[in-house]
Nanobody, 115 residues
Framework: QVQLVESGGGLVQAGGSLRLSCVASGSIFSINAMGWYRQAPGKQRELVAKRTTGGTTIYADSVKARFTIPRDNAKNTVYLQMNSLKPEDTAVYYC?????????WGQGTQVTVSS
């Protein structure tokens, strides 16, 4: 079992920045990649960014050059640094990982970007 706890969401004006945090606990030895997804009202959940333990990163085209996904292995924490935020980034953001073939999700944190 893996538990994921997110924090750091909130309301920000367009052009601003936010940093989300996701702390993993439990059977973290089996974790390979950790990532962030988001779901806007009326839309499907989509991948935002992902980072493997080896350091490989993947970003959605819509966030490239604006978002980064640093990871602190010593703290079992992955971050989502979001810069130059746009109103279309408004969504609930979820932390995600896969362990032993099972997907785990955090509870979600709301990010709202005002124009």
């Amino acid at each position: 079992q893996v538990q994921l706890v997110e924090s750091g969401g909130g309301l920000v004006q367009a052009g601003g920045s936010l940093r989300l945090s996701c702390v993993a606990s439990g059977s973290i030895f089996s974790i390979n990649a950790m990532g962030w997804y988001r779901q806007a009202p009326g839309k499907q959940r989509e991948l935002v960014a992902k980072r493997t333990t080896g350091g490989t990163t993947i970003y959605a085209d819509s966030v490239k050059a604006r978002f980064t996904i640093p990871r602190d292995n010593a703290k079992n924490t992955v971050y989502l640094q979001m810069n130059s935020l746009k109103p279309e980034d408004t969504a609930v953001y979820y932390c995600n990982t896969v362990s032993l073939g099972r997907q785990y999700w955090g509870q979600g944190t709301q990010v709202t970007v005002s124009s």
